[in-house]
């Protein structure tokens, strides 16, 4: 059974930081591309940040800059360093792992999410 699970999310003041956690199980993690995706309220959910097997990351526009993504293999998560965060950033922030499959499929999986909620 496959399982991620965030952690780390909570109410910070503008300008402040947060680091989102996301363990995972059940799966080969070093291969699985890893990403951060978050949803607002009423708004589509967004990419925020990937990181891939090999440890290349790539981030939206609009937190570049201030969040980094990282991973550590051995302990089979993903993490996400937010800085100066803006109340625009408020939103549930989910997990993802995403590979292609040798056989040319995708396997992909989610988290729960956490909430993420920066004060004015």
């Known amino acids: 059974q496959v399982q991620l699970v965030e952690s780390g999310g909570g109410l910070v003041q503008a300008g402040g930081s947060l680091r989102l956690s996301c363990v995972a199980s059940g799966i080969i993690f070093s291969i699985y591309r890893m990403g951060w995706y978050r949803q607002a309220p009423g708004k589509q959910r967004e990419l925020v940040a990937v990181?891939?097997?090999?440890?290349?990351?790539n981030y939206a526009d609009s937190v570049k800059g201030r969040f980094t993504a990282s991973r550590d293999n051995a302990k089979n998560t993903v993490y996400l360093q937010m800085n100066s965060l803006k109340p625009e950033d408020t939103a549930v922030y989910y997990c993802?792992?995403?590979?292609?499959?040798?056989?040319?499929?995708?396997?992909?999986?989610w988290g729960q999410g956490t909430q993420v909620t920066v004060s004015s």
């Open positions: 993802n792992a995403d590979r292609i499959t040798t056989r040319g499929g995708r396997d992909v999986y």
């Open positions: 990181i891939t097997s090999g440890g290349t990351t």
